[in-house]
């Protein structure tokens, strides 16, 4: 079993920064996967940015050079740093982990999941 939570989220304005962390605790952090998904208002979870086999990162095509995932596994911290924001990035953003050999894609194929952390971007 695998505990997450996440911090860091807020209200900015657009054209500002957030960082997002997630603190996993309960297995080794190096086994697993470790990603952030959002959930807009009124809309389905989407995937925002991942690490998946052996460190290769992957971002949704639409947030490349916006935004940053990071890794600390001597911290067993995950992060997220959010730059550029517009008020379409709000959401709530949810880290997730899976072990590190498990494949899938879209939410349902990621095993473990933090409560949420609300990032508010206003015009």
């Known amino acids: 079993q695998v505990q997450l939570v996440e911090s860091g989220g807020g209200l900015v304005q657009a054209g500002g920064s957030l960082r997002l962390s997630c603190v996993a605790s309960?297995?080794?952090?190096?086994?697993?996967?470790m990603g952030w998904f959002r959930q807009p208002p009124g809309a389905e979870r989407e995937f925002v940015a991942a690490?998946?086999?052996?460190?290769?990162?992957d971002y949704a095509d639409s947030l490349k050079g916006r935004f940053t995932i990071s890794r600390d596994d001597v911290k067993n911290t995950l992060y997220l740093q959010m730059d550029n924001l517009k008020p379409e990035d709000t959401a709530v953003y949810y880290c997730?982990?899976?072990?590190?050999?498990?494949?899938?894609?879209?939410?349902?194929?990621?095993?473990?999941w933090g409560q949420g952390t609300q990032v508010t971007v206003s015009s």
């Open positions: 690490f998946r086999w052996i460190g290769t990162i």
């Open positions: 309960g297995r080794t952090f190096s086994n697993y996967a």
């Open positions: 997730a982990a899976r072990p590190v050999l498990k494949r899938g894609s879209g939410p349902s194929s990621w095993d473990y």
